[in-house]
């Protein structure tokens, strides 16, 4: 609506009478804020929720069921990447060549399309039965815990408040063991007139304390992802505008900027299709993350180069083909397709079974964040680089600042933070599951009451 309505956007500039265009009104700055944080909203539902739920329709206790799971969460980002691939061709096409209320309307009916599709299959999915606040079971460990700081823990595990049914127990672990006095057993734990009933709040299975430890767990993992989309950033903003500068005809075709990601999208496409489940994290990690970046950097040395020769400004077409760009799009694709499923099945596979959402929206919430941290190292960057003439590294005219030294930047980060993540993997411990009696005899050759 508010690129087809003229009350809810600025009037076109009119470069032939004066330089200056009309900025947006409040209401106006209101109404565009308003439609990019609905959209936000709607896809921190959607992103959270969706990947967790299409997991939940295999069972777990079905051999064939698991092997097909095993391959969903490549197919669901093959998909989200075809749509991605839909977007920076046909409907950058159509929004520079018809309209940009042609291309939002597209949108917006195609996503009303996808709403009854998937309504249509309520009667045929599985629903988990719900087992309470994955955020409240947190609270209430940590409380309890709190509470009980300053009581000495039992030197055996086995004294500890454990109320779970066996096969759904988690094994103890030496870590965090301050959570653990959360599950001390005192008197006063017991709720009034319920004695066999504990308050939750002061007393808490080994379970969900180690549920708790399990989330903990991943938050380094966590950390160290976030500089990743701080450099995807990057590929939707900065390398357009290089693009944007450069020659891209092919024929009497011209290739739109915003369409140079489709290298972009392709290199997820077919790394994809060659993503190797026994790929060791270390590569997904590796791949796209200081090389993408170095190799943006020594592309935009070139173009600089090519643009100080001909005093090019922001509007002069460099005679330099846009393709000299493809490496760091294809560099930096690549890690994304590694990443995003490497770290969604890690994230929802080593999380407890009824945190998955919560654990996929933590693992979403590195791509927010890794935006918010990309426009505040490009804040930061021109207030440390700029002049007062509006010169340094994040110049208005691209062709007067040094893209590249900010590409380099983001290329040493990187490797540091491939360093740090190096250590969160030697950290990490992987949560196993509670052994039942029967395997405990059968290891140790010893009798159900030895055991006891």
């Given amino acids: 609506m508010s690129t087809r309505l003229p009350q809810l956007r600025p009037p076109p500039c009119n470069t032939t009478l004066s330089r200056k265009c009309e900025e947006a009104n409040g209401f106006q700055m209101g109404i565009l804020y308003l439609s990019l944080y609905l959209i936000a909203l709607g ?27 095993t391959y969903f969460f490549n197919r669901f980002f093959f998909f989200i990447s075809i749509g991605t691939l839909t977007a920076v061709t046909v409907l950058v096409y159509i929004q520079d060549e018809v309209g940009r209320s042609w291309a939002y309307g597209i949108c917006s009916v195609s996503m009303f399309v996808a709403i009854l599709i998937f309504l249509s299959g309520t009667k045929r999915y599985r629903y988990k039965k719900r087992m309470g606040s994955p955020i409240v079971h947190i609270l209430q460990v940590i409380v309890a815990a709190t509470t009980k700081r300053k009581i000495e823990l039992p030197k055996n595990v086995s004294l500890l408040y ?131 970046m170095t190799a943006a950097s020594l592309a935009e040395v070139k173009r600089l180069s090519v643009a100080k020769d001909v005093g090019g400004t922001t509007s002069t077409t460099l005679p330099l083909s846009v393709f000299l760009l493809v490496p760091q799009f294809f560099l930096v694709g690549s890690g994304e397709a590694f990443i995003y499923t490497g770290q969604l099945d890690f994230f929802i596979t080593q999380s407890p079974k009824g945190m998955k959402t919560m654990s996929t929206g933590l693992f979403l919430s590195t791509l927010s964040l890794g935006f918010f941290v990309s426009s505040l190292l490009v804040s930061v960057v021109k207030k440390v680089t700029g002049s007062n003439d509006g010169q340094g590294w994040l110049a208005d005219n ?51 009451e030895e055991i006891c």
């Avoid at 959607?46 to 069921?65: H, I, N, R, W």
């Fill in 43 to 69: 896809t921190g539902g959607l992103k959270s929720s969706v990947s967790g739920f299409g997991s939940d329709q295999f069972d777990e206790k079905d051999k064939k069921e698991m092997t097909q799971m």
């Fill in 162 to 292: 454990e109320d779970s049914p066996e096969a759904t127990r988690i094994q103890h672990s030496d870590q965090f063991c301050c959570l653990d006095k959360a599950a001390i057993i005192l008197e006063e734990d017991y709720q009034r007139n319920v004695s066999s009933t504990p308050n939750p709040w002061k007393l808490c299975s080994v379970t969900r304390v180690e549920e708790v430890k399990m989330m903990i767990r991943l938050l380094p993992v966590w950390a160290t992802t976030i500089i990743f989309w701080t450099t995807y950033a990057q590929m939707i903003t900065f390398s357009v505008e290089q693009a944007s500068t450069m020659e891209r005809s092919i024929g009497h075709f011209q290739i739109p900027a915003g369409s140079l990601t489709v290298f972009f999208v392709g290199a997820i496409l077919i790394t994809l299709a060659v993503y190797d489940c026994l790929i060791i994290r270390l590569w997904k990690k590796w791949k796209g993350k200081p090389v993408g």
């Fill in 398 to 448: 691209i062709n007067d600042g040094r893209l590249d030294c900010f590409y380099g930047l983001l290329a040493v980060s990187s490797f540091i933070n491939f360093l740090l993540f190096l250590l969160c993997t030697v950290w990490y411990k992987k949560q196993k599951p509670q052994r039942s009696l029967q395997i405990e005899i059968a290891a140790n050759g010893s009798s159900a």
